[in-house]
């Protein structure tokens, strides 16, 4: 018994998925529950964990891993370690190793079961999880009056632990996690309230009416069973519905219809797994099941009773225990194991036969192997076992008992019932078992009440052997309680008690000392019991012992009593006899018997009071004597035909008897066969089911087969497919097994490799082939090795090259089964490579010589910029390479065609491809260059590309400038010339008078201009070296002697439209003084002198022409066309003669503007 | 500069009697042939061998034609021939080459002398300048 402080204690078991649940579960939680929390998870042994720290963020309670051993504390959470067990004890939870491997490992399961062993109002919760475990636990839990909640599966992530704890029919709440919590709180507020669930005496009679609405409602009477079990309970149903009195669960058990039903199936819980307590059951089979055998045929049967079998797991594990032992045995009797209980469920179960799979804790594998098989999460039953162990729906204490059978296993009901009922159960049995038959019974029951039935065989396990009755016939079957009689009369029970016991005591003593003494007899003419004074009238005869009333009487009372108790039990009738006479010590007396029936609630014949009433005694003389003498010969008669009648009467009572007792045999084999009809009608239900799989899977059969056809066509159309490839496919394909033997190969391979179509399955290496190729083995194995693609360029004998490539063959269930070869032959591509090869290096070289070309080559996108940028574009524009590429040419150069713009060349260029022509460009130093531009636009690969050349012609237009400006000048010349020569004719000829006068002066003025023209021509029409003008000019009148003429002055360049007229004036002068002045005279000399000057800000020659030594000079009357040149002769010029006598003298001073160059203006 | 002829000389019956005429040639000899030529054909003569000189000769007020060398020293006669339009005197040019493009647009129906030329051909030009004048007059 746990202490009222403390706290109720939660289990809860979660497996995959469990965190989140339970952090979901703890945060739902309210802060302060009033529980303690034990958290069993599935962790991995070999890590640490961290499930205290993640909950601890998720609830206000603290949070601790459970390292050791550790008081359990209100509104704590533990957890589980890594690699432990849990055990609690005595508010003690404490950490233990686990003793089982690790697969097999069930700590939710442990824990809850140990729980279940300590406290009967645990809280048991599975959450989500994969497995089984937990499922066993629940029931424990349930079982000792503990509260089950489960996370609804739907929500679950993994359902099965959920699903599998719901199967058990133990749970009370599935529900979403968070409502779990919730429903949780609820749970364990109520319980705060009522801290002690235990129904007080005083509720007994509310007991009872809640016992007889299951009873109305069920058809069930648990009025009988102990009343600790069933308060518990009704406890704990009160606890799930959350009514918090008797009354009001009464009243909720009445208003909700299913309430019965639940209270019903929570009456019925009981825990049963394979091989509990598994020394009783090794117990069992060493001490009991050989002798089961003993002394059977073949042809004879096994019968065993497994009575209150649940969910049938005793019943098979007697049935495994049988089953082996008859393994054992040459010859195998008939097995039948019959399994009964209440709980149609519970059997339902049964039948199926299906456990989960944590019943592996509890079955060695040895037999899990031989009697299970496993469906998914579950074991099944095989059908070995399955068809020695029969269900039927059966109340040992209502139902006929099975009959004959060898052994009963009861385990875990006695317990449950009261002491009566305890008795009746035993009888039953007993009347079940044949003589020496076997009784196995639970921990804590034993078959002593009533005593003398059961001998015990082996107490600590329970097992007990039937003793015989003492007579030869069986005996009758107890009576079995109707439920009416037994409600009845435990009512009217505590009624009788319930009197001033001292009167009725008194009054009792008073009356049996006042009446007569008296027998209660049964039915059955047993005598119940004695008054005091009874003792008298008993005389048992020889034999064995016996109650029977009238063989306990003196034998002058029995033929009287015999049928007096037929009158009172067959009629009613009170009957009294006649006087009979007894002797008492010799002393004869009479006596009358008086037989009542007891009338009890209107049941007759059920019991009979005998009173023995004495009568006066019989006198020893008179009487006596008259009445043996008078009735000597009568009294002869009457005796024999007394001793006859009973002699018939007995005889008749043993056939009534035995005729009972075939009577109730029959009842016990008519219950038997119904329990057979009904394993076979569930198996023809079986049957019925099997036909339907077996219909169904037919049709699933015929699907797969429709299936399978429709695979083979695609499968040989496939193969067609294949058979076409290889027939198409223009290179050779061998295919070989991991051994390099031939698998299959394509028909080009034959043109390498020596081998025909028979060849297959021969090793590949042990062929000649045309390839130079020794390696392809050693490469073959290479693959296998790597799984990698290996692939070669091999070169064959006739000069072909093949491309070789081996890689792995992949079954289409990706398992490496050989090797593939594949032989492309690549001549001609490897003769187009070397092609390719020869002209890119063609092309490289090419593309350097463009590159070094010094003519300016570039190429650009037409609708991108420059790609390309040689040497000579550097060179000429000015850009480097690097400047340009990507860039647009036309822009960057601002190419312009002359007259128009670069958009016309553009469009030429779309238009017909090609254009040429000269453009306009400008270098990188502003330098704006006429090229002649040579442009071809070329298409690769969708790229317009466009190739322009140019050369800059930019020096030959300014020469051809320079020859057109040069021609012109040389026609304005020659004309100007030819103008000034027909000038000077007309004039001369108008001044001279006679033809040879006009030859002569033509001549020498004609000469004049030609030599000033030379000078001009040698120095490149630049101008006219004075000084050398001047000689040219006057070497003729110079004569042989130098100092004639004189010339000084400084370096002087005359223009060339100065040069010519200065001549022509040197030349008059000359010839003037020739024909007047110094040169006429042998001694006349001539100074011309000039000086550069200045003159209003512009440079001035000052020229002077000075006669020396000549003939006196006059003033000539009439100025002659030679004075008129001298005068005017120079454009601009300021001329003065003056007709000194001593000589002329003349001075010119000409305008020397800056010479600028020639062709500025046209 | 302007030379005129002597009045007993004058003849009023010459091809050029009573008219004025420019002569600008920068070379002195053509220049003397024309002037001579034109006297002769009873002409006052304005003569100009450059630019300057030409340009005010051109303004000359009883000027009647002009004959311009096309290039006078190192310029061009145009800034002569632009009075000579202004004032609306008839003029020819004389010259060694063609006229530039522009200035023939610019001078349109102005005769062009090419040199040489027959000593009868400046007469004829330079006649044909002034009839319609003389005819009006």
Redesign the interface.
Known sequence: MELVTDPPIVGIGASAGGVKALQAFFEALPDEPNAAFVVVIHLNPEKRSELAAILSTRTRMPVSQVADKVHLRNNHVYVIAPDSALNIADHMISALPFDEPRAKRAPIDLFFRSLAAQHSDGFAIILTGAGADGALGVRAIKEVGGIVLVQDPDEAEFASMPRNAIATDAADFVLPVRDLARQLAELLKHKGQDADPLIPDSEDEMVRRILSHVRVRVGHDFSQYKRATITRRIARRMQVSQQDTLPAYHVYLREHANEAQALFADFLISVTTFFRDKWAFEQLATLVIPQLFEGKEAASSIRIWVPACATGEEAYTIGILLLEEAARRDVRPEIQVFGSDLDTDALAVAREGCYAADIDSDISAERLARFFQREGDNYRVRRELRDVVMFASHSILRDPPFARVDMVSCRNLLIYLDRDLQHQVCTTFHYALNPGGFLFLGASESADNPPGLFRAVDRESRIYRMVPNTGERRTALPILPGTHHSATARAAAPHRLSGPSSDVALHRQMLERVAPPSMLVDETHRAIHLSETAGRFLQPSGGPVTTVATDMVRPELRFDLEAALHRAFDRGETTLSRPLVVRFDGAPQRIYLQVKPVLEEGDPGRYALVLFIEGEAVRADGDDAEAADNREPANETIRHLQEELQLAQSRLRATREESEAANEELRAANEELQSINEEYRSTSEELETSKEELQSTNEELQTVNNELKQKLTSVSRAHSDLQNLVAAADFGTLFLDSTLRIKRFTPRVTELFNITATDAGRPITDFTHQLDYDQLADHAHAVLRELTLLEHEVQSRDGGWYLVRIRPYRTVDDRIDGVVVTFVDITERRRVEEALRDSEARLKQEMRLVEFSRAPIFVWEYDDGAVQWNRGSEELYGYSRAEVLGRDVAALLRSTPPGGTFDAVRQALADQGVWSGELQHTTKDGRVLTVESQIEMISVAGRRLVLESTRDITDQKKWEQRRQLLLGELRHRVGNTLAVVQSLARQTLRTSGSNDRFVDLFEGRLTAMARAHTLLVDGHWEGAELTALARVQLAAYMGADPQRLRLEGEAVLLPPHLATPFGLVLHELATNAAKYGAFSTAGGRVLLSWTRGERDGRPILAVSWREFGGPVVVVPERQGFGGVLIERGLPGAVVARRFDPAGLVCTIEIGLEEEEHDGDDT | MVTTRDPETRDPDLPLAGMCILVAD?????????E??FRDAGADIVSA??VPQGIIAARTPNLTAAILDV?L????SEAVADVLVERGIPFCFY????L?PRMQAKYPGVPVL????R?EAFLTTLLSLVRPRKALA
Do not use: F, H
Not at chain 2, 73 to 76: L, P
Not at chain 2, 114 to 117: D, F, H, I, L, S
């Open positions: 920068d070379e002195v000899v053509i220049a003397l042939n024309l001579e030529t061998a450059t290039s020293g190192r310029e061009t010259s060694g080459q063609m530039s090419t040199k040489p030329v000593q």
